[in-house]
């Protein structure tokens, strides 16, 4: 697209303060992963040659979710034009198109970031990003000439009445020419209600250097920041948006949309049905024609074609659902492996184990895989018939087509087609039920009449 190369500059050394978190703010999720893991994937469709974060002291975790990137450290934070110093740094003598994003922003498009850059192509050396929030807040104002053009950012600490009256705001995303606005970083001066470096005032020094300016529109959604735990809010509401027209897209039915939750990640197949209050957390794939049924959570779990899910199950990291399968309610898989056609209906913990095709595993039936220290796996035979309430200590295999009987404590392995029960004997006393009952009468009876003599 362009011929220039192109590096991309993620500013994130500011403090976060009205997160009030001990998590760094562009790690918070957003749509299941830390907020700059979302803007390190978007820039990658730009093909960047060289991607710095600019982060405070000690923040290698802020640096590792932008892998692969190059660190800038800022300390203290002086303000946005002072960080970007820091990346001209790390930068050296980089010669090409800049991009500067706010890790704080998360959900740009790459598209809009390629319209951004074409601003650059016209000719201009700066590439500002607008937009028109319904509540433009404590956003920096675009100042625009009697021509339409772009004049200057105010911010909001120090705008006017008239100034803060500007319906148009800055996303904080800009696109320049790298050596045009290095060249104007030692200009900018921290003269302003915040005592900072503000990046933004590059625009009125731009346009007293003659610099061409371009600006590009981008959609509220894609550009709100995240300060607060409302905007965190605010940003989840719009990536769940996306994700949920998304999934429709793909052909998958969504009954009830607003209540289904996914991540950045989730994969579904055509003719999917989610039903009402499911949950996608990351790691998800779910093939064709599979049903989601309401009120399920899955986790880094493989459903395959056709397979029905839930309702109220849950599936954990490692969980694979092969075709056809039937996982119900109450149940939790964790790294299982669930042959095809196996059912797993009702009430029932299935963790370190493979089912095999065909199995049939009655409620209540738990793999006792952990023994306070390790974890051990359980084997069971396609076929196979585990009846309810059985414990399956592991490490144990139940053979193909072997039978456990209900109430087993299976501790040793159960070989092919054999029948495995280990309940005690059950004692059977002839006539002893109404036995039973005569005595139980008996004795409610005197206990009645011992209570009416102490109340008289
Ligand atoms: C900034 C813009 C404002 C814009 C808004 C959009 C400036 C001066 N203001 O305001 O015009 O409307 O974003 O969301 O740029 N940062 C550093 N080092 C610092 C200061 C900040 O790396 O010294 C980083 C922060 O971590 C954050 C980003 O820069 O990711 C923006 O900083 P923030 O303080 O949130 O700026 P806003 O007041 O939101
Ligand atoms: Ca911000």
New binding site residues.
């Given amino acids: 697209m362009s011929s220039s190369p192109l590096a991309i500059v993620i ?4 403090i ?1 303060s009205r997160m009030k978190s001990t998590l760094h703010k562009v790690l918070h999720p957003v749509g299941g992963r830390p907020m700059i893991a979302h803007l390190r994937e978007t820039v990658d469709e730009l093909g960047p040659a060289r991607v710095v974060v ?1 982060t405070g002291p000690g923040a290698d975790a802020v640096v590792a979710a932008a892998a692969p990137a190059e660190a800038a450290v ?1 300390d203290p ?4 034009a ?2 970007v110093a820091k990346a001209k740094a790390v930068l050296g003598d980089f010669d090409g198109d800049l991009i500067v994003l ?4 998360p959900l740009v498009e790459a598209e809009t970031l390629k319209r951004l850059l074409a601003g650059l192509r016209g000719g201009a050396k700066l590439a500002l990003l607008g937009f028109r929030p319904d509540d433009p807040a ?3 104002r675009l100042v625009l000439d009697g021509a339409g053009g772009l004049e200057r ?1 105010v ?1 909001f600490k120090d705008a006017s009445a008239a100034e803060r009256a500007i319906g148009l ?4 995303i800009l696109a320049a020419d790298a050596r045009s606005l290095f060249a104007l970083l030692p200009r900018i001066d921290n003269r302003n209600a915040k005592g ?1 470096y ?3 005032d590059a625009v009125a020094l731009a346009r007293e250097e003659g610099f061409g300016l371009a600006l590009a529109e981008a959609a509220v959604h894609e550009v709100q ?1 995240v ?1 607060t735990r409302a905007d965190l809010a605010a940003a989840e509401a719009a990536v769940q948006r996306l994700y949920r027209r998304r999934a429709l897209d793909a052909g998958v039915t969504l009954i009830d949309p607003e209540s289904v939750y996914f991540s950045f990640d989730t994969d579904l197949g055509p003719d999917v049905v989610v039903e009402p209050n499911v949950v996608f957390a990351p790691g998800v794939t779910v093939g064709p024609g599979a049903r989601i049924r309401a009120f399920s959570h899955l986790e880094g779990a493989r459903v395959a074609a056709s397979a029905i899910i839930g309702p109220f199950a849950r599936l954990r990291p490692g969980a694979a659902i092969a075709e056809k399968a039937h996982v119900g309610n109450f149940v939790e898989i964790k790294n299982a492996v669930i042959e095809a056609g196996a059912k797993v209906n009702h009430l029932t913990y299935i963790g370190d184990a493979r089912v095999g095709a065909g199995a049939n595993i009655g409620a209540g039936t738990i793999t006792c895989n952990y023994d306070g220290f390790g974890k051990y796996h359980t084997e069971i035979g396609a076929g196979a018939f585990i009846g309810s309430n059985t414990a399956l200590v592991a490490p144990v295999t139940v053979g193909a087509g072997a039978i456990v009987g209900a109430g087993s404590t299976i501790a040793r392995d159960v070989a092919a087609g054999e029948l495995a029960v280990t309940r005690a004997e059950q004692a059977a006393v002839a006539g002893g039920a109404e036995r039973f009952r005569a005595r139980a009468r008996a004795k409610a009876a005197t206990a009645k009449a011992a209570r009416a003599k102490g109340v008289s």
């Avoid at 934070?77 to 946005?80: A, Y």
């Avoid at 706010?102 to 922003?105: F, N, R, S, T």
């Avoid at 705001?169 to 904080?172: K, V």
């Fill in positions: 500013l994130a050394a500011g976060g600019v800022q934070p002086l303000g946005t002072d960080a706010y890790g704080d922003a404590q956003y920096g950012i911010e705001c800055n996303a904080g900072e503000y990046l933004t920041g300060n």
